[in-house]
Nanobody
Framework: VQLQASGGGLVQAGGSLRLSCAAS????????MAWFRQAPGKEREFVAA??????????YYVDSVKDRFTISRDNANNTVYLQMNRLKPDDTAVYYC?????????????????WGQGTQVTVSS
């Protein structure tokens, strides 16, 4: 599986961005998909995950983005999205999409099998 993230950019606080992650391969529907982010000098942080449609496409978020970010997936087009609203300067980071075969332990970055290249999100105050 190859993942290609896009959609990052520069936005003012309170604005919105939508990130996309296009996946290759026919096994997309079987994967749990997730977004992580890494700010300068910080560890990579879990942001959101969505399980496969076989497991109900359940969604999970880190507390700091709940009610502001929405993860979704388009299984017909092998794409996962992260809609980010009411952005804050603390959301500034490189955002990575990731895929894993299992639906457990989705918060831990080490458990993911595939990673995209990252897309920069910068939120100005």
């Amino acid at each position: 599986v190859q993942l290609q993230a896009s959609g990052g950019g520069l936005v003012q606080a309170g604005g919105s961005l939508r990130l996309s992650c296009a996946a290759s391969g026919r096994a997309f529907v079987t994967y749990t998909m997730a977004w992580f982010r890494q700010a300068p000098g910080k560890e990579r942080e879990f942001v959101a995950a969505i399980t496969s449609p076989w497991r109900g496409s359940s969604t999970y978020y880190v507390d700091s983005v709940k009610d502001r970010f929405t993860i979704s997936r388009d299984n017909a087009n092998n794409t996962v999205y992260l809609q980010m609203n009411r952005l804050k300067p603390d959301d500034t980071a490189v955002y990575y999409c990731a895929a894993k075969r299992s639906s457990s332990d989705f918060v831990r970055s080490g458990g993911y099998d595939y990673w995209g290249q990252g897309t920069q999100v910068t939120v100005s105050s």
